[in-house]
Every structure is written in structure tokens, then in C-alpha cells.
């Protein structure tokens, strides 16, 4: 039994509590967090102990951590975890700062202790079906990748102050969706970025609506597009162009019922936010970090899948800001 501290009782971090509790083979020993009465809360709900973030990461008995913290607060906390000799799953991003990942990776390469980093839309069963077919040679060769990403509705000003920006906090998950789809990070980035959805993120230095063109060094393309705005609900697809054929990845709707009437056709919404949307996502990203550890076995999303996502986000965040592409740099 993989028994667990959670570092962070936030939203995500309910979420994780639930997947840790409810999985066979984990156990959710102990709940810190810097506002005590979440993590009373939290705690309470699954029968585990609060405790600071450094009593778990002394105590022995807890084989494993899961970082909810704040982001900028991951690369400490990988390192501390590490030092202790506990698997860690981290959520995204490692860090906002490509250089202080890059320091938490060769610290932690020194550790051997195992780390994967929660991009968790890898373990999506409809993303997952595409890459397997795509590896299968099922349209020839993939040559023409579309990621589309559009949140229901902004974030609030006071959040987009301290995130890193779209590219940083949002869009590293499609620029992670990338390197999986097409097995390899590209040669150069343009981005091109406005603050169409809320004037006042523009007034806080950042962009709500986003365009990404990834260039390959075998001449492939993929382009990534982000809006903080869908006033449809949280549309989240793919769109893999071969030599043979196409495969697509559609929206998960709310209900699969279509209303046909003289008047018109008309279906459901997809699901409303990345919580319903990627719901079986975490609870297979799990357990493939339980059953990695338990077996000895490399993680399936490791820290420097996290390093090069954060590259490509500091890059597009260069090319916005120029208007120039961005020689990648892993």
C-alpha cells in the first residue's frame, strides 16, 4: 500500500484526494496546506491527518507525495521530496522559471527517486486512442497537428497576475500534448497573442487569446489555439493530418442526446470545465504513477517532459512579445 501525503487542499488537490483515497492500491495518509481550515476539511472527509509539509516529508511511514501547491513553490518541494527519498507527483508547471527547472532536474537526477509531472490530459482515453493510432501507422505519417483549447470564461485579473501567463499557465498543456502527438519537440515557435476577452488581463501584461505555429525539423506543423473564452462551454479537441487519412479527437459532451425537429438539430454542450472534462484523466494518470512505482518502472510523464513544455512556453512567451520566431531550446 503506497501510502500519501498531499501537499495542497485547493480545488486540484480535492481532486486528487478523492483519486488517492479511492484507488486500491494508495492510501491518503496526510493533507497539508497554508490555509488550515481546507486542510482540516480535506483531511477529515478521507481520514487522514493534517500535518505541516515538512513533518510529511520526515515522516517515513509516507512513501509518496503529490504537490498541489502553488507553482511557485514546485521546485522546492520536488527537491525537499526527493531529498526525503519520496515519489513525487507534481502538478503543472515544474516551475515558472526554465532555469530553476532545469536546476530541480539535475538536483533530482542525483536522487534517483521517481517524479512525474501531472499532465494529466495524456491519460484522457479519447487523446490516448489518437496517439495509439497515430503510433500505429493508422493514417501514414502525421504530418499536420491543430490543438484546440478554449476555457469557458477567463480567470480572475488577481490569478492571471501571478501565473506566468497564458503561455506559461494555460497553454503548457497543449504545448505538452504536442511533444506526445508528434514524439519530439519542434525547432522553432511563433506565437502571436491579444487581449481580446477581458481588457484588464491585457492591463496585467498578459494575453487572453493565442495562437501557437510549431515548426519540426522534419518540415511538420502543429498549431495550438487558446482562448480564455468560449461562451459555448470548454471545447477541447484534436486533429491529426496524415498522408493516409485524419483522426480526430472531439468535444466530450454533456449528454449524448440530439433533439431533431422540423425547427432544427440540436445536441448537447460539452462539459462545462477541465474538472468534468478531464475527470477519468486523473483517475488514470493515478494509477499509472501508482503502478510505476509499485512495479520499479520509469514514470509515463517525467520531469523532463515538464522541462521541455515549459521551454516551448517561454518561447512562444519570447515570439509573442517580439513578433519574431524562437529557436527552441530544450
Not at 31 to 51: K, M, S, T
Not at 241 to 264: D, I, R, W, Y
Request: charged share 20%.
Amino acid at each position: 500500500m503506497l501510502k500519501v501525503g498531499l501537499l495542497g487542499a485547493g480545488r486540484i488537490g480535492q481532486v486528487h484526494a478523492a483519486n488517492i483515497a479511492r484507488h486500491p492500491g494508495s492510501q491518503l495518509a496526510a493533507v497539508a496546506d497554508v490555509n488550515g481550515a481546507a486542510a482540516e476539511a480535506l483531511a477529515a472527509g478521507h481520514g487522514a491527518a493534517v500535518r505541516s509539509a515538512e513533518a510529511i516529508l520526515a515522516d517515513e511511514s509516507i512513501n509518496a507525495v503529490l504537490i498541489a501547491t502553488s507553482t511557485d513553490t514546485h521546485s522546492d518541494l520536488i527537491e525537499a521530496a526527493a531529498a526525503a527519498g519520496k515519489a513525487v507527483l507534481c502538478e503543472k508547471p515544474v516551475d515558472l522559471s526554465l532555469a530553476r527547472a532545469r536546476a530541480c532536474l539535475a538536483k533530482v537526477a542525483e536522487s534517483g527517486v521517481p517524479v512525474m509531472i501531472g499532465f494529466n490530459r495524456r491519460f484522457d482515453p479519447n487523446f490516448a486512442a489518437l496517439k495509439a493510432a497515430s503510433d500505429a501507422g493508422e493514417i501514414g505519417r502525421a504530418e499536420l497537428l491543430s490543438v484546440t483549447s478554449f476555457d469557458p470564461a477567463p480567470p480572475p485579473v488577481s490569478y492571471v497576475r501571478v501565473s506566468g501567463g497564458l503561455f506559461r499557465d494555460m497553454m503548457i498543456h497543449d504545448f505538452d500534448m504536442a511533444n506526445f502527438i508528434m514524439g519530439t519537440l519542434p525547432v522553432s515557435v511563433m506565437a502571436v497573442g491579444s487581449a481580446l476577452v477581458d481588457p484588464d488581463i491585457g492591463a496585467a501584461g498578459d494575453v487572453d487569446t493565442a495562437v501557437v505555429t510549431l515548426l519540426y525539423a522534419d518540415g511538420r506543423i502543429a498549431v495550438i489555439r487558446n482562448s480564455r473564452r468560449a461562451a459555448y462551454g470548454y471545447d477541447q479537441r484534436l486533429e491529426l493530418l496524415g498522408s493516409e487519412g485524419l483522426l480526430q479527437a472531439e468535444n466530450v459532451l454533456e449528454h449524448t442526446v440530439v433533439k431533431s425537429t422540423a425547427a432544427g438539430v440540436s445536441g448537447a454542450r460539452p462539459e462545462h470545465f477541465f474538472l468534468e472534462r478531464y475527470r477519468s484523466a486523473y483517475v488514470a494518470e493515478w494509477g499509472a504513477f501508482v503502478e510505476a512505482v509499485r512495479a520499479g518502472t520509469p514514470q509515463p510523464v517525467t520531469l523532463r517532459d515538464g522541462i521541455d513544455a515549459l521551454a516551448l512556453a517561454e518561447a512562444a512567451t519570447e515570439s509573442a512579445r517580439t513578433g519574431k520566431p524562437v529557436v527552441v531550446t530544450g
